[in-house]
């Protein structure tokens, strides 16, 4: 799925509890391909997210979102947000998770890929916003950058990011 992308998220540690009630969050990175296909540099967002459904427990997780078109990266830029399904289940250091989300792009835009770990069981109905943190992006760029200056224009680079550019390339 990577190789068809037009983008990706990764937050390295997502942390979620939950009794029918839940909430969710973590900071991490969006990442976009320019026009040409190659992968531009990294923007920095928070995921915090509620949910409602049968689930109970606390969970860490890594996160990779597969933005699977441009539409769905205009969409996060402008209304910082999706809505979903999810299902999980995590007991110790193993667990696994798949989550369908459509932007307001309405398209089946974002897949989500997790590594798991804790105590956690559920299914749920669940909405969240991606977060723009232009604190961040002002001390990885050392200047005032916006989010869409750096996915959709590719106009700022930081040579730190090369090693996960070159990571998403698929070989």
């Known amino acids: 799925m990577l190789s068809n992308a037009a983008g990706c998220a990764i937050f ?22 320019d026009r040409q296909g190659n992968w531009g540099y990294p923007a920095f967002y928070t995921l915090a997210s509620a949910s409602w459904g ?4 606390a969970q860490k997780a890594g996160v990779v979102l597969i933005i699977r078109n441009r539409g769905a990266i205009e969409s996060i830029l402008q209304n910082q947000g999706k809505f979903g399904a999810d299902v999980s289940f995590a007991v110790g ?3 696994t998770g798949l989550e369908g989300a459509i932007t307001t792009n309405l398209a089946a835009d974002i897949i989500a890929f997790s590594d798991v770990k804790g105590l956690f069981a559920g299914m749920s109905l669940e909405g969240a916003g991606i977060i723009r943190r232009n604190d961040l992006n002002l001390e990885y760029y050392g200047k005032e950058v916006t989010p869409s200056s750096i996915l959709l224009e590719h106009a700022h680079q930081n040579v730190q990011a090369d090693p996960l550019r070159t990571s998403l390339i698929i070989q």
């Open 12 to 33: 390295p540690a997502l942390y979620k509890a939950g009794f029918f009630v839940g909430a969710e969050g973590g900071n991490g990175v969006i990442i976009a391909r």
């Open 54 to 57: 049968l689930q109970f427990g």
């Open 93 to 95: 250091p193993v667990g």
